[in-house]
């Protein structure tokens, strides 16, 4: 798939949406269905706008190609997590631009995990410099600079403060970004 990208497709199922609905001991309502459908009416052409300049970059820094054609994007109410990258999952977000930076970061895990071999390399130059951390720490340090990278050509800077100002609320990935944030020039070098 040379100098091609995967189309990003938002997607709901009713059993998923109602089985996280449940992991996270909410009440799932019927309604949920149609708030979502509107939901992903609003943040397909959203996404749409930016993606080419997402998956470039990402496949950039990266260095992978992208090996899909079609990515399917699950949208749910509820979920412990603003994303997952596996099945590739978004908890609905009523902030676009925070919706498209956790987006952004799951797909960083995906084009990171076409190359296990060269992932592990990096991985262990992370635990070489950041020995203390913990293993989410590092994990995260490398995905959360990809993410970053992707933001910068993305969204001007006011809207990456806020991104990473509700990032760093987050307990846990708070330390990722903080490294990521102290050392990100070091890192450009560091992680190729």
Avoid at 93 to 115: K, Q, R, T
Avoid at 169 to 188: D, G, M, P, S, T
């Amino acid at each position: 798939m040379k100098n091609s990208y995967p189309k990003l497709k938002f997607v709901y199922s009713l059993p998923y949406d109602r089985l996280l609905t449940k992991y996270e001991n909410k009440v799932f309502s019927e309604n949920q269905f149609q708030e979502i459908k509107k939901y992903i009416k609003k943040l397909q052409p959203k996404w749409d706008k930016i993606s080419k300049s997402v998956y470039r970059t990402l496949k950039e820094i990266v260095k992978n190609e992208w090996q899909e054609k079609e990515i399917k994007c699950y949208v749910v109410k509820y979920c412990k997590y603003s994303g997952i990258s596996a099945p590739l999952t978004l908890r609905m977000e009523p902030d676009f631009d925070y919706a498209l930076s956790v987006l952004v970061h799951e797909l960083a895990h995906i084009i990171v995990g076409y190359n296990f071999a060269k992932y592990k390399k990096i991985m262990q130059k992370v635990k070489g410099r950041f020995p203390n951390e913990t293993p989410m720490t590092r994990r995260h340090i490398y995905i959360n600079f990809i993410e970053l990278q992707v933001l910068k050509e993305l969204f001007g800077q006011k809207t990456i403060d806020k991104i990473i100002k509700r990032n760093l609320a987050l307990r846990r990935i708070r330390k990722a970004w903080q490294v990521v944030l102290a050392e990100e020039n070091n890192l450009k070098t560091y992680l190729k």
